[in-house]
């Protein structure tokens, strides 16, 4: 990699370098490297590769000089200075995973992954039929980012987050856990029975609610007319008519 650039624990770098040809005399390029930000040092011989063991910033350096033993030959480049040097960090690992979810057909839902340390990331977001042949995302928005947004979904569909990366880093690709998008039909309720009463007496009408996500919420509505005007039921309204749990699948009307 690069000079100055980023690795992650456990990856590799190496050097090689073009020989001076100042000073007079016999003359030496000789370098040095150190794996822990330069507080020890072990001599070098390019291009030994150098493995990174601990994180932080300039943690593997490689520095050169160049002796001389001819008459005046003492400036500042027999003085060692550092050449090449690499960040490390530490691997890279799934700190946010997605979650499963529930939607009615047709829907969409956003699924979200974060990630901590690694270097070079990239993303993109995968899909299966089954949890085990995975395929990259088909439609939607977002597919290499950290927030996917799904296309309009029909079918149960598992998805999940592959990151790869940069020198060193393990696993790659890291993964995050895969989870299943599970698809119901749109909610349906059953129309209540008409009925015909005499004065005074008490009717309980029901329905029933299918398909869906969550947990269904009731609340009973009557109008004048049948097609316009509907509104919830209130105690009085009419005059003398008392509702009993308008909020639930079955309310009696007294």
Do not use: K
Not at 221 to 235: C, D, E, F, I, R
């Amino acid at each position: 990699p690069a000079n100055g650039s980023t690795i992650c624990i456990g990856g590799t770098v190496n050097a090689t370098f073009n020989t001076s040809s100042n000073g007079t005399g016999t003359c030496t390029n000789n370098y040095r490297s150190s794996i822990d930000g330069g507080v020890t040092w072990l001599a070098y011989t390019p291009p030994a590769n150098l493995t990174a063991v601990t994180a932080g910033a300039n943690r593997i350096q490689i520095q050169s000089n160049r002796t001389c033993d001819g008459s005046g030959c003492d400036g500042t480049g027999e003085t060692f200075a550092t050449v090449v040097q690499w960040t490390v960090v530490a691997d890279p690992t799934v700190t946010t995973q997605p979650v499963a979810a529930t939607i009615c057909s047709g829907g969409t839902r956003v699924l979200t992954a974060a990630i901590t340390a690694g270097t070079g990331l990239t993303y993109q977001w995968e899909q299966s039929t089954d949890n085990i042949t995975f395929v990259n995302e088909v439609g939607g928005t977002g597919g290499t980012t950290l927030s996917y947004t799904t296309a309009a979904l029909t079918a149960n569909l598992y998805h999940r987050l592959r990151v790869n990366s940069g020198v060193g880093c393990t696993p790659n690709p890291l993964y995050s856990t895969a989870v299943l998008t599970t698809v119901v039909a749109d909610p349906t309720l059953t129309a209540p029975a008409s009925n015909t009463v005499c004065v005074g007496a008490s009717q309980a009408i029901s329905t029933v609610a299918a398909g869906g996500t969550s947990t269904f919420t009731y609340q009973w509505q009557y109008s004048s007319n049948g097609t316009s005007g509907w509104a919830n039921v209130v105690n009085a309204t009419p005059t003398g008519i008392t509702y009993t749990t308008p909020t639930a699948a079955t309310m009696t009307i007294v």
